[in-house]
């Protein structure tokens, strides 16, 4: 069965909100001056919320995103 209009819309909606909550996460660990905890808090919700947008895709976001809040976890906190 082909997706509706409606459907792909809805998908378009949440990928566009997606991107705007890594790229503000990513920001936040980047560039503000949080704990390692407050951070660690934050990559935790940002992956609930993902889950919340797209159930059942805990992988997706494993593959994706967790390598590259690792990347900018090492290079915030291990650089001191």
Do not use: E, G, Q, S
């Given at each position: 069965m082909k997706p509706s209009k409606r459907d792909i819309e809805d998908e378009?909606?949440?990928?566009?909100?997606?991107?705007?909550?890594?790229?503000?996460?990513?920001?936040v660990l980047a560039q503000s001056d949080i704990s390692i905890t407050e951070a660690i808090d934050l990559i935790a919700k940002t992956k609930r919320a993902t889950l919340a947008l797209f159930p059942g895709k805990e992988d997706t976001f494993d593959l994706i995103y967790k390598p590259r809040f690792e990347r900018l976890m090492k290079s915030r906190f291990n650089s001191n």
């Open positions: 378009n909606r949440k990928m566009r909100y997606l991107r705007l909550m890594i790229d503000c996460t990513t920001a």
